[in-house]
């Protein structure tokens, strides 16, 4: 626990301006970002004594060592790079909202020439036009199915559309008049993208016009006796009626805003935001948080409006934001939200009428979306906290691991073999800190060399990571456990390959960058998937890196036994044991995600062509050679000139094709079983090993190598 007087500022060095500041810990760690009209007064209140401060406060600056600020021109300025630097770094004690579900979007995709009608989730893509959130993606293609009798705007995959132009054949839509069929040319580009714009208007709540000019031509039509066609205006005028009548008017004037309600106790808050789009409820959604700052209910109204809007611009931002309470001070939030729709953005709480009794419904559902939280997390929350205490008594820990990665080895008959890092945080799975590695030491199958390969590459970067940010202690001897090079990390999900057992590539490390690291940081327990000897690997592992600070543990999945290294027999967890139940998870987490990469780096390969071994040939040029020639049979026969007359392929780079392809052996052919007829080769095609699912067990530790078979 860091004394806060420790790096508190000497008096008159904190500028009296707006401005942004970040408090960070002893890694270098940014862990709490904030704003302030004046960076004196606001930075110098958290510098009093401790027993005034709120606890969460406290807990706040005694886990900081050092704060710096950034002095902007306007509060709306540090508004914007507040929300950015909260974006960016992640700060542990900063509030944040988090969907707790990923909400169903309708999506229209008008970034391509024939737009498609869709449900989309997760990251917002550019040129595509987005209406919801939906509660549930059944409700937008009842809504779709009902309006697609009025705009046939095309709903297939691009899989479906190009077969289907083609083969010059429609998907059953264009058939019962439910899609327009662009893919066969009944409509030109223009007018299908004519009709994704009427559907687009519709959806955005301009439809009274379009219903009164819908009923205007089904006047017209039975005037001149059209009545074939009278009736299907009819029918199409019913389809939208009722496809409004799923979402009710609730203001008569056809305002745009967005409701936003809080509930809170001290622990938690609750956010429920209702999307009001021409009168009528458009979408819903919901965030629960953890209140790890002091905060009021202004604050949070402020927290929401960064989540719901810092991405945001031009209608997506309504011109009427109604809330529980106003942010203080509410200027720079309401200038912000200005800038971003670029118009002009009323930031208010309903006084009376409609929109007052609308946001007393937001309201209730706010409370019972945090009655039904706090329901689900209490029991939740005992559980970890008793599973982490379980398992630091069994294994004799001084405190609880708060922080457990666990490894496991992967690998299909000693093909292939790649290893996974999992964490897990307070019992919760933290997915953006997981690796994977390739075993690249040694070739063939060794669980427990694998195992000593992959601890000791993870730690030598954490060494490393350590000496970097200063906290290596001096005198301490560097030349074993931490090289003078650092290792290559991973990014989330990608291989943390490094070259083991020499020197590893040199990356540049910013001192002032409090990003995550990708091994800068602890465990308190290593967990890894198997028995005594991977566990004694482990061991060895930190051992030769001189960590001696670290608890290993394995758990071997026959009798779910719990190894650790310098015991003759294991530590039996109860059945029943939280801590048991934990370690289970965690361990079948890393089994997972190592299969999960194993599998993908197989398919890889059986993929994989001749071309491939070509050095410098990217994907793009290889599908211009295909292209060209037709096949990988036809390039091989080329010569280099006309190699050469493939655009972006030079003299070099042909003679090179030219040798790797007369290096590479060609297929045998393929024989017709019926008649022992052989058939043309043509290598163009996926090579004969992805013409179906490979059968065959993936070993997933020494201990169990039936745990990964297909399934």
């Known amino acids: 626990?860091?004394?806060?007087?420790?790096?508190?500022?000497?008096?008159?060095?904190?500028?009296?301006?707006?401005?942004?500041?970040?408090?960070?810990?002893?890694?270098?760690?940014?862990?709490?970002?904030?704003?302030?009209?004046?960076?004196?007064?606001?930075?110098?209140?958290?510098?009093?004594?401790?027993?005034?401060?709120?606890?969460?406060?406290?807990?706040?600056?005694?886990?900081?060592?050092?704060?710096?600020?950034?002095?902007?021109?306007?509060?709306?300025?540090?508004?914007?790079?507040?929300?950015?630097?909260?974006?960016?770094?992640?700060?542990?004690?900063?509030?944040?909202?988090?969907?707790?579900?990923?909400?169903?979007?309708?999506?229209?995709?008008?970034?391509?020439?024939?737009?498609?009608?869709?449900?989309?989730?997760?990251?917002?893509?550019?040129?595509?036009?987005?209406?919801?959130?939906?509660?549930?993606?059944?409700?937008?293609?009842?809504?779709?199915?009902?309006?697609?009798?009025?705009?046939?705007?095309?709903?297939?995959?691009?899989?479906?559309?190009?077969?289907?132009?083609?083969?010059?054949?429609?998907?059953?839509?264009?058939?019962?008049?439910?899609?327009?069929?662009?893919?066969?040319?009944?409509?030109?580009?223009?007018?299908?993208?004519?009709?994704?714009?009427?559907?687009?208007?519709?959806?955005?709540?301009?439809?009274?016009?379009?219903?009164?000019?819908?009923?205007?031509?089904?006047?017209?039509?039975?005037?001149?006796?059209?009545?074939?066609?009278?009736?299907?205006?009819?029918?199409?005028?019913?389809?939208?009626?009722?496809?409004?009548?799923?979402?009710?008017?609730?203001?008569?004037?056809?305002?745009?805003?967005?409701?936003?309600?809080?509930?809170?106790?001290?622990?938690?808050?609750?956010?429920?935001?209702?999307?009001?789009?021409?009168?009528?409820?458009?979408?819903?959604?919901?965030?629960?948080?953890?209140?790890?700052?002091?905060?009021?209910?202004?604050?949070?109204?402020?927290?929401?409006?960064?989540?719901?809007?810092?991405?945001?611009?031009?209608?997506?931002?309504?011109?009427?934001?109604?809330?529980?309470?106003?942010?203080?001070?509410?200027?720079?939030?309401?200038?912000?939200?200005?800038?971003?729709?670029?118009?002009?953005?009323?930031?208010?709480?309903?006084?009376?009428?409609?929109?007052?009794?609308?946001?007393?419904?937001?309201?209730?559902?706010?409370?019972?979306?945090?009655?039904?939280?706090?329901?689900?997390?209490?029991?939740?929350?005992?559980?970890?906290?008793?599973?982490?205490?379980?398992?630091?008594?069994?294994?004799?820990?001084?405190?609880?691991?708060?922080?457990?990665?666990?490894?496991?080895?992967?690998?299909?008959?000693?093909?292939?073999?790649?290893?996974s890092m999992v964490v897990f945080e307070d019992g919760l799975q933290r997915k953006s800190e997981y690796r994977r590695f390739q075993i690249k030491g040694f070739a063939g199958q060794d669980d427990v060399r694998s195992m000593h390969e992959v601890i000791t590459r993870r730690f030598r970067r954490y060494l490393v990571e350590k000496e970097k940010t200063g906290e290596w202690t001096d005198g301490a001897d560097t030349s074993a456990e931490a090289p003078s090079s650092v290792a290559t990390g991973s990014e989330p999900g990608r291989d943390a390959d490094g070259t083991p057992g020499g020197e590893v590539p040199e990356i540049t490390f910013t001192e002032d960058d409090g990003r995550p690291k990708r091994f800068a940081y602890p465990p308190q327990l290593v967990v890894v998937d198997g028995g005594r000897p991977q566990v004694a690997a482990a061991k060895r592992a930190l051992d030769e890196l001189g960590i001696d600070d670290i608890a290993v543990c394995g758990l071997a999945k026959r009798l779910e036994e719990v190894w650790l290294p310098d015991d003759e027999d294991p530590v039996v967890l109860p059945r029943s044991s939280e801590g048991l139940y934990l370690l289970q998870r965690v361990r079948d987490e890393a089994h997972r995600f190592a299969i999960t990469y194993q599998r993908a780096k197989r398919a890889k390969r059986f993929r994989s062509g001749p071309l491939d071994d070509v050095p410098g040939l990217g994907e793009s040029r290889k599908q211009a050679l295909i292209k060209h020639f037709g096949s990988v049979k036809k390039l091989r026969s080329a010569t280099i000139d006309q190699i050469c007359e493939v655009p972006g392929i030079g003299r070099k780079t042909a003679e090179t094709i030219a040798v790797a392809l007369a290096q590479a052996a060609p297929a045998a052919p393929a024989v017709n079983t019926a008649t022992g007829e052989i058939m043309e080769d043509d290598e163009d095609a996926a090579p004969a090993t992805t013409a179906g699912p490979v059968e065959e067990p993936v070993t997933a530790g020494a201990s169990d190598e039936r745990r990964g078979q297909e399934t």
Request: a neutral charge.
């Open 1 to 419: 626990m860091a004394d806060p007087s420790s790096y508190r500022p000497k008096p008159g060095q904190i500028p009296d301006t707006p401005g942004v500041y970040k408090f960070r810990d002893e890694h270098r760690r940014v862990i709490y970002v904030g704003k302030a009209k004046s960076l004196r007064q606001r930075l110098a209140s958290y510098f009093q004594d401790l027993a005034n401060l709120h606890p969460r406060t406290r807990t706040m600056v005694t886990t900081a060592a050092s704060v710096e600020w950034t002095v902007v021109s306007t509060e709306v300025e540090a508004l914007q790079l507040e929300y950015s630097w909260i974006k960016e770094y992640d700060p542990r004690f900063n509030v944040k909202y988090r969907d707790d579900k990923s909400y169903p979007y309708l999506a229209v995709t008008m970034n391509e020439e024939f737009p498609r009608v869709q449900v989309m989730r997760g990251h917002k893509k550019k040129g595509v036009r987005y209406f919801g959130p939906y509660g549930h993606a059944w409700a937008i293609r009842d809504t779709v199915d009902l309006l697609l009798r009025v705009f046939p705007v095309r709903t297939c995959s691009a899989g479906v559309f190009k077969n289907a132009a083609r083969t010059g054949r429609p998907c059953l839509l264009g058939y019962i008049g439910k899609c327009s069929a662009p893919c066969v040319g009944r409509v030109s580009p223009e007018e299908h993208r004519e009709l994704a714009e009427e559907f687009c208007d519709f959806m955005a709540g301009r439809t009274g016009t379009y219903i009164r000019r819908q009923e205007q031509q089904m006047a017209e039509a039975a005037e001149e006796m059209e009545y074939e066609r009278a009736a299907r205006l009819r029918d199409d005028i019913e389809a939208l009626k009722k496809a409004m009548e799923k979402s009710a008017v609730v203001l008569a004037d056809a305002t745009d805003a967005d409701l936003i309600a809080v509930a809170e106790d001290e622990l938690e808050a609750a956010v429920q935001i209702f999307h009001v789009r021409g009168g009528r409820v458009r979408g819903q959604r919901g965030w629960v948080t953890d209140k790890v700052e002091a905060v009021t209910t202004g604050d949070l109204v402020e927290h929401a409006t960064q989540q719901l809007y810092g991405e945001e611009t031009g209608d997506s931002v309504p011109k009427e934001v109604l809330v529980p309470a106003l942010p203080d001070p509410v200027e720079p939030v309401q200038e912000w939200l200005t800038a971003r729709r670029g118009s002009n953005v009323s930031l208010r709480i309903p006084q009376r009428g409609d929109k007052k009794a609308l946001m007393e419904t937001v309201q209730r559902n706010a409370l019972q979306a945090l009655a039904l939280h706090k329901t689900k997390r209490a029991s939740d929350l005992t559980t970890r906290s008793r599973a982490l205490e379980e398992i630091a008594e069994a294994l004799d820990l001084d405190s609880a691991p708060l922080r457990i990665e666990c490894y496991d080895i992967s690998h299909l008959q000693g093909d292939d073999v790649v290893a």
